[in-house]
């Protein structure tokens, strides 16, 4: 791969964890609880991006000696590893708490837990969110930073790179469509869907 190929890659990558973090802030908060379904799709969704990384870096490593932008680009997916396996445990606790209140919900609440505060449920729930959010951030964080290291200092590349990461922090302007077209010919913007 190309820099600048490892570059998009890498900033696509960050994208689809700042999709997901975009998700987690737009889940209800307390006094409601969130939909299980909603909870159960997000943790999804970072289980694929967390089995994409990895298969990125296998890959990569498979395909023999490691040129130095493919190493960096190693480097910064296998650590982004670690805080995206902190934001699972912060989903998965999520998933228990949210499971819980809909047990109770449904079945009412059972001997074991009739002194449980709906408090401390809600402290939980918010908890969870922020921490995930926060992990989430530092890993799309450390991997657009190697992908700005990778790219390019090009205007146009960067901007290239902002069409196709959106959620992103902006770096300024966009290019014309023109000089856009010259870098990605394909690229086309990314939307959320559902929310």
Do not use: W
Request: hydrophobic fraction near 45%; include cysteine; proline fraction near 7%.
């Amino acid at each position: 791969m190309t820099s600048i190929t490892d570059a998009l890659a890498m900033y696509d990558m960050a994208s689809n964890i700042d999709r997901l973090r975009f998700q987690l802030r737009a889940t209800t908060h307390a006094p409601a609880v969130p939909s299980l379904v909603d909870v159960t799709s997000q943790v999804r969704t970072l289980a694929g991006i967390t089995a994409k990384i990895s298969e990125e870096v296998t890959r990569r490593i498979s395909d023999g000696p490691l040129s130095k932008p493919t190493q960096r680009a190693v480097e910064a997916y296998s650590s982004a590893l670690a805080p995206l396996g902190e934001a699972a445990t912060e989903l998965g606790r999520l998933h228990r708490e949210v499971t819980f209140c809909v047990s109770i919900a449904t079945h009412g609440p059972s001997r074991s837990v009739l002194n449980y505060p709906q408090r401390l449920t809600d402290e939980v729930i918010a908890g969870c969110l922020e921490a995930a959010d926060e992990v989430l951030g530092e890993a799309a964080g450390a991997i657009r930073a190697a992908a700005t290291h990778l790219a390019p200092s090009s205007p146009s590349v960067q901007s290239a790179a902002q069409v196709r990461s959106p959620h992103a922090p902006a770096a300024g302007g966009t290019a014309p469509a023109a000089t856009l077209a010259a870098v990605l010919p394909a690229a086309a913007p990314r939307t959320v869907k559902g929310r």
